[in-house]
């Protein structure tokens, strides 16, 4: 079957626009995350949701990041007033259930590069 | 040959000759560990995980040794290919407390020599 999916692959915005990244999880999944890939760096986490609500967003680095997952499914992250340390691999992953040791799937992640 | 944790960032092997990979973890809490393959432009695959209650779990080709005193976690492969070839990270968690996101370490990048 489809695994995570992530449009667009590669973004490229000036500074101080708005950009939506967006993630389509494996079919029946109800957990869902996103993480940000500095180069030469591990994913660090940034917002867990467990169906249409965010259960953790503690890795949201401020107030312009904000991400939504409306009917459970899909996600959104967006980005405001983009700024050039923002410029990363956006990855996004889902699990069956955030219950227990479900393994998490990423995707192949979203270049953003923030000029 | 052997990578001494992150702090060795790149480990050079023989196609044929077993790979060992590092981390030293920071949470002394965490009971849940992962590690994850990332081939350049896609996202982490992930290899094997092991709980807190166990030291070793095996795989196929691979193996997970995890040392809590030390809080070390190492990745053993069996006669490395050069489809092995990729960034291999750590990650780790505390799930009984609710918490679901992943800690990742920065990454060893393995290389397989033909």
């Known amino acids: 079957g489809a695994g995570v999916s992530q449009t667009p692959s590669n973004k490229v915005t000036e500074k101080g626009k708005y950009v939506e990244l967006r993630c389509d999880p494996i079919?029946?999944?109800?957990?869902l995350y996103w993480y940000r890939q500095s180069l030469g760096q591990g994913p660090e986490f940034l917002i867990y949701?467990?169906?249409?609500?965010?259960?953790?967003d503690s890795g949201l680095p401020n107030d312009r990041f904000f991400a939504v997952r409306p009917e459970g499914s899909v996600s959104t992250l967006k980005i405001q007033r983009t700024e050039r340390g923002d410029s990363a691999v956006y990855l996004c992953?889902?699990?069956?259930?955030?219950?227990?040791?479900?393994?998490?799937?990423f995707g192949p992640g979203t270049r953003l590069t923030v000029l | 040959g052997e990578s001494v944790g992150l702090h060795l960032p790149t480990l050079s092997v023989q196609e044929g000759d077993n790979s060992i990979i590092n981390c030293a973890y920071s949470n002394s809490a965490s009971d849940y560990f992962i590690w994850y393959k990332q081939e350049s432009g896609k996202g982490p695959q992930f290899i094997i995980d092991i709980r807190s209650n166990m030291d070793k779990r095996q795989g196929q080709r691979v193996t997970v040794l995890l040392n809590k005193t030390v809080k070390h976690l190492s990745l053993q492969i069996a006669a490395t290919q050069p489809g092995d070839s990729a960034v291999y990270f750590c990650?780790?968690?505390?799930?009984?407390?609710?918490?679901?996101?992943?800690?990742f370490g920065s990454g060893t990048r393995l290389q397989v020599q033909p």
């Open positions: 949701f467990q169906g249409t609500g965010a259960a953790d």
């Open positions: 992953a889902s699990s069956q259930s955030a219950t227990s040791y479900n393994e998490q799937f």
């Open positions: 079919s029946g999944h109800t957990a």
């Open positions: 990650a780790e968690t505390k799930r009984d407390t609710g918490r679901r996101a992943l800690t």
